[in-house]
């Protein structure tokens, strides 16, 4: 497989010291395999938001301070719009928050 993408990226993605020596990457198979990982996350990130595109439902995540701050004014514009049965709502410390919302 690698070989396959050195030939179509026409650049050497990793090489080897010596036959007791494990491959070395190169700095184009970094690029690759960080680029990589990116599109693999996005590509999950796009399965769970198509799986939940037609469940009408909204979530709403927020952290204590910024609640407080325009949560309330946030709930009565959505309510005005008979959207509040539809909204899941989550208060989590910040550095939580976006894990939870993720799951």
């Known amino acids: 497989?690698?070989?396959?993408?050195?030939?179509?990226?026409?650049?050497?993605?990793?090489?080897?010291?010596?036959?007791?020596?494990?491959?070395?990457?190169?700095?184009?198979?970094?690029?690759?395999?960080?680029?990589?990982?990116?599109?693999?996350?996005?590509?999950?990130?796009?399965?769970?938001?198509?799986?939940?595109a037609n469940a009408n439902n909204f979530r709403l995540g927020y952290s204590e301070l910024a609640g407080k701050a325009w949560l309330a004014s946030v709930i009565t514009h959505l309510n005005q719009g008979r959207m509040l049965a539809n909204i899941e709502t989550k208060e989590e410390n910040s550095h939580l928050l976006e894990q939870h919302l993720r799951e």
């Open 1 to 52: 497989m690698v070989k396959r993408l050195e030939e179509e990226c026409r650049v050497q993605l990793v090489f080897k010291k010596s036959s007791r020596a494990p491959l070395v990457i190169t700095p184009a198979g970094q690029v690759l395999y960080k680029r990589a990982k990116k599109l693999v996350k996005e590509e999950n990130s796009i399965k769970i938001e198509v799986k939940r």
